[in-house]
């Protein structure tokens, strides 16, 4: 469960991303975030992620209070979330298979155990005998779906998605929200930012609009 | 424990990612650690050696005093308690004239030679020792003050020129710890920036492990693994390029020294000198990734 309580996120400068922010969600819920670039939707995923604090209020993510949380713990708790950033962060020194492999590698999974379930990733986002390639040599949709096997080849329990629809046509667009909602369906919590609301309507779930860094009607 | 071993098997294997994607400069900068503690290395040998010729030779500044073939016993007997009741000295002894000509035998290895003379060619001597701390001037004026006593024919000052070669050693020695310590520094430095250079090109590596949940420990580990390697390698790659020298130079010396009519030859490494060059190299590359690190990694949160 992921809970804000009154969360107020004020940058250097006195830019107020995230002003007086109060919602839940539920385990096992898809909850899209709506809004135009600068409305505050990474920076609310961040503070979900644990990777930027808040100025005020509680982040309750899985019942720990991320604000008053030491910085040695963080780690730990990073691990129970899947992040797909909006600008990649492919490492492109490495192919393919050792980029999915990098949060078990974290963690510390044996050898076998890790290369099963990298192969694993990759099949279930269809990048299945690309996994010796460089990532360099894959179309802006594959970089896509490699982006999700990172994030979810350790099998978190929430998935953190920032813009992953923008940049690819509608057709593939729609795979890639086939492929969330198939998470969704084992049960992970999904929480999935685009600026494009008509790919969100048909999947008729709950929308968090924000404007300004507060939520909008 | 074993998920501990399989944290650090993943970071050794990381690290020899990060090798094999920059063979070249890691192969550079093991060059220049190597030269830099073959530097010492070679110097500390180089002074051993020495050490190991010049230690035989005694230090205590000796005084031989020849006496005239004229003198008297009486005469001897003066000058001998006169001597020994000279504090400047440490020890007077007395060597007759038959007594050298015995020693002298025993030394040329055979009678042959002096069996021929009808009359003992050598003269009756003191052999003096004075104190350690004795200074040249303070000897000399002694070697002059005895030149006139009566009944000496000659006095002779000998190793001055050991205790001088023992002074240079001592030169060489404070030599070898400036070298020692700038070279050390030099190591720290040189292993720091290494590790400054392999995070540059691996921050967005850092980065992104860094948001997916790695804890500081398992950013550090291939930066210490590394520089661990580069201190072992390095330190036996200094012991080679040592050895390589050595090899190189040896029977010149060796020619040098038998001129000389000694034996010498430049010392070899035991394995205790290796052990401790590895050690101390391998302290101070690991001194210089935990600096660059700890400096480095604080940008990443």
Known sequence: MIQFQQVTKRYPG???????????????ELVFLAGHSGAGKSTLLKLIAGIERPTQGAVLVNGQNLARMRRASMPYTR?????????????????VFENVRLPLDIIGFDHREAKRRVQAALDKVGLSGKDALNPVSLSGGEQQRL????????????????????????DYANDILELFKSFHQVGVTLVISAHDETLMADYGRRILRLKNGQFSA | MKHWI?????AFQRTLGGIVR?????????LVIAIAAAFPL??????ASAQGVIGKLPVEPQLSVYLRTSVTADEINTLKQHLQADTRLAGVRFIGKDEALKQMQASVGGGDLLAG?????????FVLTAHTDASPESLEALQKELTASSGVDQVQLDSAWARR???????????????????????VLITGNAIRLQILTRRDEIEVAKLIGATNAFIRRPFVYFAAMQGVLGGLLACAIVWGARTWLNPAVEALARSYGQQFSLALADWRVVVVTLVVTTLLCLLGASLAVGRHLRQFH
Do not use: M
Request: aromatic fraction near 6%.
């Open chain 1, 79 to 95: 691990r129970h979330i899947g992040l797909i950033f909006q600008d990649h962060k492919i490492l492109y020194d490495r192919s």
């Open chain 2, 117 to 125: 003379l009808t009359d003992n060619p050598l003269p009756d001597a």
């Open chain 2, 6 to 10: 399989r944290l650090n098997w993943i």
């Open chain 2, 165 to 187: 070669l023992q002074q240079l050693i001592a030169v060489g020695k404070g030599l070898l710890q400036i070298i020692l310590v700038l070279l050390a520094v030099a190591l």
């Open chain 2, 42 to 47: 070679g110097f500390y040998l180089l002074i």
């Open chain 2, 22 to 30: 920059a063979p070249l400069s890691s192969l550079l900068n093991l």
């Open chain 1, 14 to 28: 006195g830019f107020d991303a995230v002003k007086q922010l109060s919602f839940e969600i539920q385990d096992g």
């Open chain 1, 147 to 170: 982006c999700i096997a990172r994030a979810v080849v350790h099998r978190p329990s929430i998935l953190l998605a920032d813009e992953p629809t923008a940049n690819l046509d509608r």
